[in-house]
Every structure is written in structure tokens, then in C-alpha cells.
């Protein structure tokens, strides 16, 4: 990514100042993982403390800004630095001011889009307002047509989700927690069925109606409200099947200076990657819910892949045969994941596989395969490499 341009703001330095803040600020609500490949922002460098390289809904990865319309808020969240209970300096921009800020960047191809989420520093739907004017000036006075991903906040109306749907590219409303239950122990404002997952609804309602938003996102704050990944994965796989969900982020909770949970220990960020791994096989390997497993107090185990751990609880289907499977069947292997199934099949079509090299040249992991599969009829041994190999997302 290019180093932004500061003379883009020379003219302008309480812009430049705020728009420093308040994209500072928004890294408090941020999955870093929701950028492309987990990359974080470089921060050495102060500009991309706010631009983030994003998923974009139909495909590709484009540098973002991500930035608070305003960091004042009236709610109290626990994790939070910008709950209302702390004596911070707070600062908000106007629609236009964010809108041609944005634009500044945008023209001189430091960013390709827009993150824009706030505090909530008055009603929610006056809030909104603000927001929804904000995308609505560059809809429409600047004609920018790309990615504008937009917050919808807790308690907004229906009208107001309606208005967001209308403009964004996407939309989402965190969580954070998993029931009602674990968010009061982190958010008490909110209100986990009213404030949050009925706007969920009205969001999936308007996107499964042809809203120009095509997809809705949320977030969870994995270990700050005592919760099992169990509860964070049953209330996602919920999220996926009735409200068809995009997908949902998982954000190790990192203790804050300055809110009342600074003392408490961060969560792991290898928990944090088994519920990305469980989330995938929920996704896009056909897994269903009750097949993960879950240790007695209903974590992932962190020490091995969910998708290695199911196999090891099942050695009735092992080893597989990979010149007879079926892609479901294939896609179940340790180690072999979605393209490499593609791989294997469109490979036998030509000629059935003898050799184990044959899976090695399509780049199949046999030092997590090669006990559970069969090649041409015979076991595969395999010589565990001198070099530690990373470990894959399967
Ligand atoms: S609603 Fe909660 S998380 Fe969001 S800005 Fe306010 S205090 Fe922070």
C-alpha cells in the first residue's frame, strides 16, 4: 500500500488532525482479521493506523479508510475507551466535512473505500442521520459509486436501517457477544435481542429484498465476557442459517487502558484462530455444529485444528481412498482443503493417482494427510521434513 500523501491536508491541519483521531479511534472497533489475509495496518507509519486493506463483497482487496463520525458516546461498554464514563477529548466531523475528507483521499488513490461506523452521542437514529448524510453526499454530490460499508448502530428505527441499506455496498451491527446473558456483562446499554438482532432482521430482510447493501457482517470480542466458543459458534451458525449472514468476525479482547476491564488478561489469539478454523468448516466444509468438538468447558482444544480433531474422533471413515471419494468425502481430510479437493478430482479424471508424489505435485500437505488417506490401495508413508511447516488454515 502507497504512504499517504500529507499535502493532500496540508490546507486543511484541524481536518487532517481530526481525521487522524477519529481513524485512530476506530481501530476500538476493529477485526483486524476482517482485512485481507490478517494483515494489520503498518504502524509506523501514523496515515495507515486508519486504512485497512478489506474484502470487498464480490471479490478483491482495496485499501480502506476506516474512521468514527464521532468518538463521543452516551453507553458505557465496558471495553471501550470512548464510553461516556471516561474524561477523554472527543471530536466529531459534520456529513460534508467527513464526506469531502474522505473524497480528498479517495481522489488521490490513497483509498478505495469507506468504513464509517460512530459513537453514539445522541439518540441512535439521530446519530444515523448523520451517518446516512453523510453516505448520501457522496452518493450523490460526489457520484462515488465503490465500497461504503456503514454501521448500523444499536437501536436504530427501522427506518433508519432502511435508509443504510439503501446506501452502503454492506452493513453490520456487532454483537460482540454471544446471548443476552454475556453481553450484559460487558455492554449493559444494550440490549442483545431489541437493540441488536432485531436490526439484524430488518438488515436481512431489506438485503434479501435487493437493497444495494448485498451482504451484513458481525463481530464477536472472543474472552471478554467469559463466554465458550461453543456459545460464540452455536449463535454464528444461528446467524448463517436464518439470517444469512455474510460472515462473522472473531476479535481476541485485548484489554484497554482507561476502561474497567484494562486488568484483565487478553484473550488467546490462537483461540481466536480455531473459531476462524470451526468457522470455515461451518461455511464451506459442510460441517454441521454438533460435529465440532468441544473440551469440557466448551472450548476448541488449542491444540489442534477442529477439523483434525473431528477426524481423530472418527477413525471408522479413515484412511479414504483418494481416487474413488466423493468431494464431500475428500474435503473431510486433514490437510486437504476446498481447492485442493478441486485439485485431486479434476487430476484423476485424466489418470487415477499410484504415488503419493502425484498428491505431492498438487501441493497436498501429506505430513497432515497421509494418515488418513489411501493411494491406489496402499497406505502413505510419510518422512516428517527436518523444517517445521506452518501450520494451514486446514
Ligand atoms: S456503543 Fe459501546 S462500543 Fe460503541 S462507542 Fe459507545 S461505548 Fe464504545
Known amino acids: 500500500m502507497k504512504k499517504i500523501s500529507l499535502p493532500v491536508y496540508r490546507s486543511q491541519p484541524d481536518r487532517f488532525e481530526k481525521l487522524k483521531t477519529l481513524g485512530e479511534e476506530s481501530r ?5 482479521s476482517s482485512c485481507a489475509g490478517g494483515r494489520a495496518p503498518d504502524p509506523r507509519d501514523p496515515a495507515h493506523r486508519w486504512i485497512y486493506p478489506a474484502a470487498l463483497p464480490g471479490g478483491g482487496i482495496v485499501p480502506i479508510l476506516k474512521v468514527l463520525l464521532s468518538n463521543a458516546c452516551r453507553n458505557n461498554c465496558f471495553y471501550c475507551p470512548n464510553r461516556s464514563a471516561n474524561d477523554r477529548p472527543r471530536s466529531s466531523f459534520q456529513p460534508e466535512e467527513l464526506a469531502s475528507s474522505f473524497m480528498a483521499l479517495y481522489r488521490a488513490r490513497r483509498v478505495h473505500g469507506l468504513f464509517l461506523s460512530s459513537g453514539i452521542y445522541d439518540q441512535p437514529d439521530r ?5 446516512v448524510k ?52 460487558i455492554a449493559p446499554d444494550k440490549n442483545f435481542s431489541e437493540d441488536l438482532l432485531k436490526r439484524m432482521n430488518w438488515a ?10 448485498r451482504t451484513q457482517t458481525t463481530q464477536f470480542i472472543v474472552g471478554a465476557s467469559g463466554e465458550s466458543d461453543r456459545e460464540i459458534l452455536t449463535t454464528t451458525d ?9 460472515r462473522a468476525y472473531f476479535s481476541a479482547f485485548q484489554p484497554l487502558p482507561h476502561t474497567p476491564m484494562e ?4 484473550a488467546s489469539l490462537v483461540r481466536e484462530h480455531r473459531l476462524y478454523q470451526a468457522d470455515w468448516l461451518l461455511r464451506f466444509y ?33 484412511p479414504i481412498e483418494v481416487n474413488r471419494a466423493e468431494y464431500e468425502e475428500l474435503i473431510r481430510i486433514p490437510g486437504v482443503g476446498i481447492r485442493s479437493a478441486e485439485r485431486i478430482i479434476q487430476a484423476r479424471r485424466a489418470q487415477g493417482f499410484s504415488d503419493p508424489d502425484d498428491l505431492r505435485k498438487l501441493r497436498i500437505s501429506l505430513k497432515r494427510a497421509a494418515p488418513y488417506i489411501l493411494v491406489n490401495g496402499k497406505t502413505v508413508k510419510f518422512q516428517p521434513s527436518l523444517f517445521v511447516e506452518p501450520e494451514g488454515v486446514l
Not at 476500538?28 to 483486524?32: F, G, M, P, R, T
Request: aromatic share 8%; hydrophobic share 40%.
Open 28 to 32: 476500538y472497533d476493529v477485526c483486524l
Open 127 to 131: 446519530v444515523m442521520d448523520d451517518m
Open 134 to 185: 453523510t453516505a448520501d453526499i457522496l452518493r450523490r454530490k460526489y457520484q462515488y459509486k465503490n465500497y461504503l460499508h456503514l454501521k448500523i448502530l444499536p437501536g436504530a428505527s427501522p427506518g433508519a436501517v432502511g435508509e443504510v441499506c439503501r446506501l452502503a455496498s454492506r452493513v453490520s451491527l456487532n454483537l460482540e457477544a454471544p446471548n443476552p446473558e454475556r453481553l450484559a456483562e
Open 204 to 213: 436481512a430482510f431489506l438485503i434479501k429484498d435487493g437493497a444495494r447493501a
Open 238 to 246: 444461528d446467524l448463517y442459517r436464518s439470517l444469512h449472514l455474510h
Open 263 to 266: 486488568n484483565l488478561p487478553p
Open 286 to 318: 459442510h460441517f454441521r455444529l454438533d460435529e465440532l468438538s468441544f473440551q469440557p468447558g466448551g472450548n476448541l482444544s488449542t491444540e489442534m485444528d477442529p477439523k483434525l480433531a473431528w477426524a481423530r474422533k472418527h477413525p471408522e471413515i479413515f
